[in-house]
């Protein structure tokens, strides 16, 4: 089985920082693209920033300059920084990733819980 644990939500007055992390682990042979999302309460899940497995990234252009996705390969662990937060950032955070399991042929998309991010004005 493959799973994917978030970690790092909570809550932060606007201005401020938060940094997400999320891990997968399990039977894992490779990770290609590793994604963060968020849905607002009323709103549909939207894509936040994505990294593929040599580290390409695009972000959406409501968190361009103040949000950073990275990746440690090493510890199949991607990351959020996410900084000048404005109330309009609260939502559940959740991430995804394109995992190809051992012994698998193809890559599926596992998603992890989610994290509440509440940033107050």
């Known amino acids: 089985q493959v799973q994917l644990v978030e970690s790092g939500g909570g809550l932060v007055q606007a201005g401020g920082s938060l940094r997400l992390s999320c891990a997968a682990s399990?039977?894992?042979?490779?990770?290609?693209?590793m994604n963060w999302y968020r849905q607002a309460p009323g709103k549909q899940r939207e894509l936040v920033a994505t990294?593929?497995?040599?580290?390409?990234?695009n972000y959406a252009d409501s968190v361009k300059g103040r949000f950073t996705i990275s990746r440690d390969n090493a510890k199949n662990t991607v990351y959020l920084q996410m900084n000048s937060l404005k109330p309009e950032d609260t939502a559940v955070y959740y991430c995804n990733a394109e995992i190809r399991r051992i012994y698998a042929i193809n890559y599926a998309v596992y998603w992890g819980q989610g994290t509440q991010v509440t940033v107050s004005s």
């Open positions: 399990g039977s894992i042979f490779s990770i290609n693209a």
């Open positions: 990294i593929n497995s040599s580290g390409s990234t």
